[in-house]
């Protein structure tokens, strides 16, 4: 799961803003708007697939995450983002809108590309009304598809994998091919995962063993790509709490042929709440353990100023429980997402003793104010 | 030193000094203001359509004009990856007051992005989008046009139709004019046009981009450049000399007044500057101090006139913004603020006409032999000899309007000819005047002795008087000739509205519920379902370059043919258009096409070139239009579709209650029908409206010349002590010389009428026959309407007689003792 980055559109969502002051939170304080009238997560309720690949338009965000650790024929590290963000204007349950561009679900689309010397990011915007049989934005579950305009990320068979992934802007395109052997992961509790302490959540499911293959274009050069993709799968009515500020999230590929995903969820300084800590180990063979928060050590070495920010982009990560220590550094620190709702997202290096503690992946963080 | 007792004239006569300032005042503040706008309108030329700050390079719209593009060529069009496009809807509504507002609608998530970069723009950051994109909405306009509506951000405003406006905001510096900006989904909603866009914006993108697109686009639509199009700033060419013109009207009236009140302050003077001279101060210091004197003057007049003019365009912007709206289709953006540069060029005419006034002036002044004590500057035969060179002047003027009328073939010539014709009117104004006194005095009994003396003296006032009794009939001829004109273009738009709206009820879709003609027969014999024809084509003009061209049907029924005025004809026209032996075309296809009646025009495939049979009026059209009979063009175009739809009876019909049941019978909402007294009150709402800047100026003007007026007769009033001591001295009440006064005045004011009549109508053919037609390719026919007239004469005369009152009290109040002992000091 990961980097939930913003439902950010739900910014739009809600023209009325919470109680909570967004001063000190950023942009990411609409993470935490109320849901009245929306469909909650709740522990308990199985996931369906192929149902649940395809939009859950009663819930109020939703997210399709793409991010991929790719190497260069020309031997050199690249890296790809895409998301698709859902937000729903307005509760379900009224008659659906007469007029497609009245459709209460809006889409947000981003696309980052990491070149050995530099960083894109791109979004875009649209309504998911279906004009006389066709709509710029939507997910369907069957056939898979999500689509924002021409950005799509599809099944290309009859099975949800393998899966293609096609965007382009301005120079900038990406084609990857998607494939596993290996099954998808419930994240949390069967695939409700908790976002705070009071118990709120989302449902969250990954498939972080992704094969991925295809070409990058940037400055008038295709270069041919392989490494590894992973998907996150999240939805729900209220993500962040009111005394949340933002989050660092990792989701690492580990040498040994594991995935680590860990996240911290900041607690608003002086809200008497502290940090949210999250950890999952992946086994190679989908195996998955929960890790203890309390064994999860999130540790700054150095902050590096980018875009007005303080930001850590250099940490080690201790795991007690597994008596392992990793540092993880930013490939560099110019991967700053700069669209509407601004955020760090990025290929980070993993450097540690033995194929355990080494790696690629991605790490982003949310929330994080201007000097 | 020699300043002060220079200066301390002023302090005797502060209103002189007054009045200075205003006329200093008055010539700059329009001419600013005028030039202020024009100046900002150009600004917004040149920047090219702005939608929140976004600037299109070109409009996808559908090959058939005024036809709406599907919105799924949109979204297909999206989906393939062209991103540099955003859907537009424009839609006209009226509000509950009547007042028509250009609503755009967009779909502000489509808008471009410059790469990664966020709009961050505190106008329409995020928050901002989400309460114009969702709802409950909000329609967005720039302060001025809000307050020019009356609307108040926060409320909802109601439509004619009954639906509600969202919330209003007001939104500063987005560019957005004179336009209201709306989500597409609500617009499409509040004017009934699901489904439908007015057009696709095309936004800056890369070269082989754009030409992905033109490959990929669906046949339906077509691509045209922002440049392709018409350019605003030609189009609005003569609109902004038309409204620089009347900024030099104003300017040269207050240019009169100015000379008007500096000879009257340096023949006051002249005693002062006589014994300064004998004090020993040379002409140089002298002319120094009087020129140091008429820079101050200028300074702070020029400056006051300055900011007036500002405010003035500031409140008039919006004004204009719905005239270009209208007329052209032109936006502009209404600025907070405007820049200095505007503000220079008059400050520097004004001063250099200032200097040419006080030139002769100051020379008399300062060459009058130092030992002759000053005598009256309005000797008889010196004023006599004064204004036959003025009408002299004033006939060459005239003689010279007279040529441009018939050579004019440029906006500038026309308008140069209608100045001349303006100043010349002005110039002949005393001696004519003088003539009707003279005339008028040889018609009173010789026992009245009064009544000749009045006329006497009238005479006697032209020689200081004059100018700014010239100045009033400037403006006021220039009002009455606009008035003229605009009530005649009103004329001839509601001409134009009955031509396109001869059938009584409209269809909006051009496609006839099925059984209608059967129903028709059986519910309400006598009244048809009439169709008309439309096809664009491209056709070389005489000159052989690729003319647009609209063909349309005329509807068989006598009706239609009844509307169709012919300014020029062939022999036998009408009957040989009936039979489908030729076409006529419009006056634009005449006038800036070429087209002659005789030509010989491709206008059926398959048919050899069909006769131009007639040309009529099609007012402000900005497309050349060439008409056939229905039959005619059934024939040639045999596979069309309507494009309109409507029902054509007589009177007799209660078209009210067939509405009703045509509505029920076929389940027709309450859009789908149209009456033609609700379109055409939309029509005459709009011309009302385009024609409100004209009018306010206009008025500004005459408001200027009422001004000038008053200041005139203060200052005469000032010289006619002696004449007061006399009557006085004769034992004539103060009554009865009170009256005297006001009707001297009156008649004055009255006589500069008959000037004013038939210049102002003179006036107004020009600008609706000459001007017009070179500025826009078309013209129409002059209206008189005679009761402006009398409500002007009423106007002037009142003017001169509330000019006259303040002055004539303080004249009257005075003791006949004390205006003899005045009248002794002075002699």
């Known amino acids: 799961m990961t980097r939930v980055v913003m439902a950010v559109l739900l910014v739009m969502a809600q023209a009325c803003t919470p109680d909570a002051g967004p001063e000190d939170r950023g942009d990411f304080a609409v993470l935490a708007q109320g849901a009245e009238g929306f469909a909650q997560a709740r522990p308990g309720?199985?996931?369906?697939?192929?149902?649940?690949?395809?939009?859950?338009?009663?819930?109020?965000?939703?997210?399709?995450?793409?991010?991929?650790?790719?190497?260069?024929?020309?031997?050199?590290?690249?890296?790809?983002?895409?998301?698709l963000f859902r937000?729903?204007?307005?509760?379900?349950?009224?008659?659906?809108?007469?007029?497609?561009?009245?459709?209460?679900?809006?889409?947000?689309?981003?696309?980052?590309?990491?070149?050995?010397?530099?960083?894109?990011?791109?979004?875009?915007?649209?309504?998911?009304?279906?004009?006389?049989?066709?709509?710029?934005?939507?997910?369907?579950?069957?056939?898979?598809?999500?689509?924002?305009?021409?950005?799509?990320?599809?099944?290309?068979?009859?099975?949800?994998?393998?899966?293609?992934?096609?965007?382009?802007?301005?120079?900038?395109?990406?084609?990857?091919?998607?494939?596993?052997?290996?099954?998808?992961?419930?994240?949390?509790?069967?695939?409700?995962?908790?976002?705070?302490?009071?118990?709120?959540?989302?449902?969250?499911?990954?498939?972080?063993?992704?094969?991925?293959?295809?070409?990058?274009?940037?400055?008038?050069?295709?270069?041919?790509?392989?490494?590894?993709?992973?998907?996150?799968?999240?939805?729900?009515?209220?993500?962040?709490?009111a005394d949340q500020l933002g989050w660092d999230w990792f989701a690492l590929h580990l040498e040994s042929g594991e995935k680590l995903m860990l996240f911290r969820l900041r607690g608003v300084p002086g809200s008497n709440r502290g940090d949210f800590k999250h950890g999952v180990l992946i086994e190679p063979s989908g195996a998955k353990r929960q890790l203890d928060p309390e064994t999860i050590g999130f540790r700054e070495i150095s902050r590096s100023t980018v875009a007005g920010r303080e930001l850590p982009l250099y940490w080690r990560i201790s795991l007690g429980e597994l008596g392992r220590e990793l540092e993880v550094r930013a490939l560099h620190p110019d991967q700053w997402m700069d669209v509407d709702f601004a955020y760090w997202e990025g290929v980070v290096t993993v450097s540690g003793e033995g194929p355990g503690n080494r790696g690629v992946g991605y790490l982003e963080m949310t929330g994080y104010t201007p000097r | 030193?020699?300043?002060?007792?220079?200066?301390?004239?002023?302090?005797?006569?502060?209103?002189?000094?007054?009045?200075?300032?205003?006329?200093?005042?008055?010539?700059?503040?329009?001419?600013?203001?005028?030039?202020?706008?024009?100046?900002?309108?150009?600004?917004?030329?040149?920047?090219?359509?702005?939608?929140?700050?976004?600037?299109?390079?070109?409009?996808?719209?559908?090959?058939?004009?005024?036809?709406?593009?599907?919105?799924?060529?949109?979204?297909?069009?999206?989906?393939?990856?062209?991103d540099m496009l955003a859907p537009v809807l424009r839609r006209l509504v009226l509000t509950g007051e009547g007042d028509p507002v250009e609503l755009l609608g967009i779909d502000a998530l489509a808008f471009p992005r410059q790469g990664a970069q966020t709009q961050g723009d505190a106008v329409y950051g995020s928050q901002g989008f989400a309460g114009f994109s969702f709802a409950p909405y909000e329609v967005w306009g720039s302060p001025g046009r809000l307050e020019q509506l009356g609307w108040l951000p926060g409320e909802r405003v109601s439509l004619r139709s009954g639906d509600q406006l969202p919330l209003v905001r007001a939104v500063p510096d987005a560019g957005l004019g004179h336009r209201l900006l709306v989500d597409i989904g609500v617009l499409q909603e509040l004017t009934d046009s699901r489904g439908q866009l007015s057009s696709i914006m095309v936004f800056e993108a890369d070269p082989a981009a754009i030409g992905s697109l033109l490959a990929a686009l669906p046949a339906g639509l077509v691509y045209t450049a922002v440049e392709q199009g018409p350019d605003p700033a030609e189009l609005t060419r003569s609109f902004h000399l038309n409204l620089a013109a009347m900024g030099l009207l104003s300017f040269v009236v207050g240019i009169f007044l100015a000379y008007n009140a500096l000879s009257f302050s340096y023949t006051d003077r002249h005693e002062l500057l006589r014994k300064l001279r004998l004090a020993g101060v040379t002409r140089r210091q002298l002319r120094g101090a009087l020129l140091l004197e008429l820079a101050l003057y200028l300074g702070v007049g020029g400056m006051v006139g300055a900011w007036l003019g500002a405010r003035l365009a500031a409140s008039l912007l919006p004004g204009v913004g719905q005239t270009l709206a209208q007329l052209y289709g032109v936006y502009i953006a209404y600025p907070d603020s405007f820049s200095l540069a505007g503000m220079l060029m008059p400050l520097l005419m004004t001063a250099i006409a200032a200097a040419l006034c006080i030139m002769v002036p100051m020379r008399q002044s300062l060459q009058a032999p130092l030992l002759e004590r000053g005598t009256s500057g309005w000797q008889g035969q010196a004023v006599l000899r004064r204004d036959r060179l003025m009408l002299l002047a004033g006939l060459v003027l005239l003689l010279l309007a007279a040529v441009a009328s018939v050579q004019a073939t440029t906006t500038w010539t026309a308008l140069a000819g209608m100045a001349c014709l303006l100043?010349?009117?002005?110039?002949?104004?005393?001696?004519?005047?003088?003539?009707?006194?003279?005339?008028?005095?040889?018609?009173?009994?010789?026992?009245?002795?009064?009544?000749?003396?009045?006329?006497?003296?009238?005479?006697?006032?032209?020689?200081?008087?004059?100018?700014?009794?010239?100045?009033?009939?400037?403006?006021?001829?220039?009002?009455?000739?606009?008035?003229?004109?605009?009530?005649?273009?009103?004329?001839?738009?509601?001409?134009?509205?009955?031509?396109?709206?001869?059938?009584?009820?409209?269809?909006?879709?051009?496609?006839?519920?099925?059984?209608?003609?059967?129903?028709?027969?059986?519910?309400?014999?006598?009244?048809?379902?009439?169709?008309?024809?439309?096809?664009?084509?491209?056709?070389?003009?005489?000159?052989?370059?690729?003319?647009?061209?609209?063909?349309?049907?005329?509807?068989?029924?006598?009706?239609?043919?009844?509307?169709?005025?012919?300014?020029?004809?062939?022999?036998?026209?009408?009957?040989?258009?009936?039979?489908?032996?030729?076409?006529?075309?419009?006056?634009?296809?005449w006038r800036l096409e070429g087209w002659q009646p005789g030509d010989l025009v491709a206008a059926c495939p398959g048919r050899s070139p069909l006769p131009v049979l007639g040309v009529y009026h099609d007012y402000g059209n900005p497309q050349p239009q060439w008409m056939m009979h229905e039959t005619l063009f059934r024939h040639c175009w045999p596979d069309r579709e309507p494009a309109s739809l409507a029902l054509t009876g007589p009177d007799t019909v209660d078209w009210a209650g067939l509405r009703d049941a045509l509505s029920l019978q076929f389940q027709l909402q309450a859009d789908d029908l149209v009456d033609q007294a609700e379109l055409k009150s939309i029509g005459i709402a709009v011309f009302d409206r385009t024609f409100l800047v004209t009018n306010a100026l206009n008025a500004l003007t005459l408001l200027v010349a009422g001004i000038g007026i008053f200041c005139a007769v203060s200052a005469i009033h000032h010289h006619r002590i002696v004449q007061q001591a006399l009557l006085a001295s004769l034992g004539i009440s103060r009554r009865e010389r009170g009256a005297l006064l006001l009707i001297q005045w009156g008649l004055l004011g009255l006589l500069c009428m008959v000037l004013v009549w038939p210049f102002g109508t003179v006036l107004a053919g020009y600008l609706a026959g000459v001007v017009t037609p070179v500025a826009f390719g078309w013209s129409f026919a002059l209206v008189p309407e005679w009761q402006h007239y009398a409500n002007l004469a009423v106007l002037a005369a009142s003017a001169m007689m509330v000019a006259v009152t303040l002055p004539a009290v303080r004249l009257l109040r005075t003791s006949p003792a004390t205006l003899l002992r005045t009248e002794a000091v002075q002699a």
């Open chain 2, 423 to 589: 100043l010349g009117a002005a110039l002949c104004l005393p001696l004519v005047l003088r003539a009707i006194l003279t005339l008028l005095m040889r018609l009173v009994p010789s026992q009245n002795a009064r009544a000749g003396w009045l006329l006497a003296d009238s005479r006697w006032l032209l020689g200081p008087a004059s100018l700014a009794l010239m100045a009033m009939t400037l403006a006021l001829v220039a009002n009455s000739g606009l008035n003229t004109m605009i009530s005649s273009f009103r004329q001839a738009t509601d001409d134009w509205l009955n031509q396109r709206l001869a059938a009584q009820l409209y269809f909006r879709s051009a496609e006839a519920p099925r059984g209608l003609q059967e129903w028709l027969d059986q519910q309400a014999p006598g009244v048809a379902l009439s169709e008309r024809y439309r096809v664009m084509l491209e056709r070389p003009d005489p000159e052989g370059k690729t003319a647009q061209v609209e063909l349309v049907s005329l509807q068989a029924e006598a009706q239609f043919a009844a509307t169709i005025d012919l300014i020029r004809t062939t022999g036998g026209a009408r009957d040989r258009f009936e039979d489908g032996q030729g076409v006529y075309i419009s006056e634009r296809a």
């Open chain 1, 45 to 83: 309720v199985p996931l369906v697939f192929s149902r649940d690949h395809g939009a859950h338009p009663a819930y109020r965000i939703e997210w399709w995450y793409l991010t991929a650790n790719l190497q260069g024929s020309d031997g050199l590290e690249y890296g790809a983002q895409w998301t």
């Open chain 1, 87 to 241: 937000s729903a204007t307005r509760p379900p349950g009224e008659l659906p809108p007469a007029n497609p561009w009245q459709d209460p679900q809006v889409y947000m689309a981003h696309l980052a590309i990491t070149t050995p010397d530099g960083h894109v990011a791109f979004q875009r915007y649209a309504r998911g009304g279906v004009h006389d049989g066709e709509a710029r934005a939507g997910a369907t579950a069957e056939p898979f598809e999500a689509w924002l305009d021409d950005w799509v990320l599809r099944s290309t068979g009859e099975h949800w994998l393998p899966l293609q992934l096609r965007a382009a802007e301005d120079g900038y395109a990406i084609d990857l091919q998607l494939d596993s052997s290996r099954p998808k992961v419930l994240q949390g509790e069967d695939g409700f995962s908790q976002k705070h302490p009071d118990g709120g959540g989302s449902y969250y499911y990954s498939q972080p063993f992704l094969e991925a293959r295809g070409d990058i274009k940037f400055n008038g050069q295709v270069v041919a790509v392989q490494g590894s993709a992973w998907l996150d799968r999240e939805w729900s009515s209220q993500f962040l709490k």
């Open chain 2, 1 to 82: 030193m020699i300043f002060s007792a220079l200066l301390s004239h002023y302090r005797r006569h502060p209103v002189q000094a007054l009045f200075l300032l205003l006329s200093i005042v008055m010539a700059n503040a329009l001419l600013v203001g005028t030039q202020l706008i024009n100046a900002q309108s150009r600004a917004s030329y040149a920047d090219g359509e702005q939608v929140l700050t976004a600037g299109p390079i070109a409009y996808l719209r559908s090959r058939e004009s005024n036809m709406p593009v599907n919105e799924s060529d949109y979204v297909q069009l999206r989906r393939q990856g062209f």
